[in-house]
């Protein structure tokens, strides 16, 4: 069935170090891709998507390219805040059917100053 | 605000209470999806609507659960006989026909069974 696996956390960085958080997906289909933020007590939050192979999502600074030779779409950002400390899951979406979101189980990162 | 909403946020209940809980989606939105997140894991898909029709149903989705969206507009989900591996945060996301295929969450409604 369709799956999203994504590295585990916690990922701890300092303020202004580089992020990438690793995510790849089954590649039933024709996904789109999406990566959302859930920040400390709140709901999820979209943060970038890409719907078409070697598209670029990219939002408040983060990146992800959609691959679909190597079935990846990995989260990228040059230069981490404190405030981006949140939990990031990559998910995946079919383009027809009933489009349900499978997610991958959450990678959390702190950011310390 | 124009967003997702779900009420009540906080639910605590004793073992084999009924719980329901509210989803408003966004208005124009003809899709709604439910969800549940335990801890440290991503949501999991429960139940989807299109209008009032419950189209998909995941095997996640117990005899002791039930949704409903009888207008097409909010949707209620039902617990009955809660347990305790029920508590998880229920999450609602809705959907327009137009967009793509960006589901908008709700904050979600946390629920305690003790």
């Known amino acids: 069935g369709d799956s999203v696996t994504q590295m585990e956390g916690p990922v701890t960085l300092s303020e202004e170090a580089f992020l990438t958080i690793n995510c790849t997906y089954t590649?039933?289909?024709?996904?789109?891709l999406f990566w959302y933020v859930q920040y400390p007590g709140e709901g999820l939050q979209l943060l970038l998507k890409a719907t078409k192979a070697d598209d670029k999502g990219s939002n408040k600074g983060f990146e992800a390219t959609y691959r679909k030779e190597t079935t990846s779409f990995h989260l990228e950002k040059g230069s981490v805040q404190v405030s981006d400390s949140a939990v990031y899951f990559c998910?995946?979406?079919?383009?027809?059917?009933?489009?349900?979101?499978?997610f991958g189980t959450g990678t959390k990162l702190q950011v310390i100053p | 605000d124009t967003g997702v909403s779900q009420n009540p946020r906080h639910k605590i209940t004793k073992r084999g209470q009924n719980v329901t809980f509210r989803c408003d989606p966004i208005?124009?939105?003809?899709?709604l999806y439910w969800y549940r997140q335990t801890l440290g894991q991503g949501p999991e898909f429960l139940t989807y609507?299109?209008?009032?029709?419950?189209?998909?149903k995941s095997r996640l989705l117990s005899d002791r659960f039930s949704a409903e969206r009888p207008k097409g507009s909010f949707s209620t989900l039902e617990i009955q006989r809660t347990e305790q591996g029920d508590s998880a945060m229920y999450l609602c996301a809705s959907k327009g026909t137009s967009g793509g295929e960006t589901q908008y969450f709700g904050p979600g409604t946390r629920l305690l069974v003790l």
């Open positions: 590649a039933t289909g024709y996904p789109s």
């Open positions: 998910a995946r979406a079919n383009s027809g059917g009933y489009q349900k979101v499978t």
């Open positions: 208005s124009e939105h003809n899709r």
């Open positions: 609507f299109q209008n009032e029709a419950q189209l998909e």
